[in-house]
C-alpha cells in the first residue's frame, strides 16, 4: 500500500512540474518575437523624384534611425540594375542616430521608371527594399 502512495505521489509531483514549465516556455517565445521586431524607422521608403533631365543623374537619399538597444550595421546595399548606383553609411550606427542610404539613378533613358535598393542590415532578418520613381524628360 505504501508503495502505491509513493508511486501516486511521485506521478502527481511530475505532472505538476510539466504544467509549471509550459507558460515559462510561452514567455520566453513571446520574448524572443519582441526582441526580433524591427529596430529601424525610415523616414520614407518610396521616393518620386518627379521630372528630372535626360543625362543628369539624380541623387536619392533615404534615412533611417536607429530605434533599438544596440548599434546596427548596413551589410549591404543592392541596386535593382547597373543604372543605380549606391552608397551607404559605413559605420555602425548607434542606438538613437540616424543614417544615410543614396541611390543615384543615372537618367540615361526617357521615360517612366521604377527602380528598388534592398539594404540588408544586422537589425533585420529580411532586407528592405527601398523604391524610387520618376520620370526622365
Same mark, same amino acid.
Given at each position: ?63 533611417? @534611425?536607429?530605434?533599438?538597444? #544596440? !548599434? ?6 543592392? +541596386?535593382?540594375?547597373?543604372? *543605380?548606383? /549606391? ?9 538613437? @542616430?540616424?543614417?544615410?542610404? #543614396? !541611390? ?6 526617357? +521615360?517612366?521608371?521604377?527602380? *528598388?535598393? /534592398? ?19
Amino acid at each position: 500500500m505504501k508503495i502505491i502512495k509513493i508511486s501516486m505521489l511521485a506521478l502527481a509531483l511530475s505532472l505538476m512540474s510539466f504544467s509549471a514549465i509550459a507558460p515559462v516556455k510561452s514567455l520566453v517565445s513571446e520574448t524572443e518575437v519582441f526582441e526580433a521586431a524591427s529596430t529601424i524607422v525610415w523616414k520614407a521608403e518610396t521616393i518620386d523624384v518627379g521630372q528630372i533631365p535626360q543625362g543628369t543623374p539624380k541623387a536619392i537619399v533615404y534615412e533611417f @534611425k536607429n530605434t533599438g538597444k #544596440t !548599434a546596427v550595421v548596413i551589410t549591404q546595399v543592392q +541596386g535593382s540594375c547597373g543604372c *543605380t548606383a /549606391t552608397d551607404y553609411t559605413k559605420e555602425p550606427i548607434a542606438p538613437g @542616430k540616424s543614417a544615410k542610404v #543614396t !541611390a543615384t539613378y543615372n537618367a540615361a533613358n526617357k +521615360g517612366a521608371f521604377t527602380k *528598388t535598393v /534592398t539594404v540588408t542590415t544586422s537589425a533585420e532578418t529580411t532586407p528592405k527594399v527601398l523604391t524610387l520613381k520618376g520620370t526622365v524628360i
